[in-house]
């Protein structure tokens, strides 16, 4: 499946006025590929990602997930298409304390409907798939940054994303470890045939990308391949 944004306009009040955060979007992920987007502070990429995740509506424009138009989907459709469809992975881990790994996946996926047995092979899988296998009774303050961003991201593929959008993941993490998650995203977006957006700052990354997008004052360029 393919993420389609579709010459997206979102406004915010600002005052008199409104601000435009996103200026006529238009941004295409094929299953399978990872596409980059860079760009200063404040440029539109945040609120490009909370309208490809169904969060914020767009002002103009569609977004296509799944083969499904989200603009003619109640709010209680689009909540059930993110549980379904897209997986998120935030700039902070924000991992419960309480909870070993393994629990962090299966609380995230407990309204699948699943068989509870079927859920912890999968959380197990997805822990192995991410070299915390021997980590899946760990607690996070057990854990090291990275290994705390790769339970984010295991958890964002828990329900088997065609969609995964993904926030400056290694803001924390040193160079090496952030390569190394880097390296994690683009093996599992081609394994798993996802459809991966990932904003970053660093243009160290890009060459894990297969394109890349710069935005700037709420527009985006046309992706090109990755250098």
Known sequence: MTLLVHDATLTYPDGEGRLTALDAVALEVPAGTLTAVVGPSGSGKSSLLAVAATLVTPDSGRVVVAGRDTSRLTPAEKAALRREEIGIVFQQPNLLPSLTAAEQLLA?????????????????????????????????????????????????????????????PTSALDHERGAAVLDLLAALTRERSTATVLVTHDRTHLERADRTAVMADGRLTEPLPAA
């Open 108 to 168: 995230m996926a407990h309204l699948s409907g699943r068989p509870p047995r079927a859920l912890r092979r999968r959380a197990l899988e997805l822990l192995d798939a991410v070299g915390l296998a021997d980590k899946a009774g760990r607690r996070p303050h057990q854990l090291s940054g990275g290994q705390r961003q790769r339970v984010n991201i295991a958890r964002a593929l828990m329900n088997e994303p065609s969609v995964l959008l993904v926030d400056e």
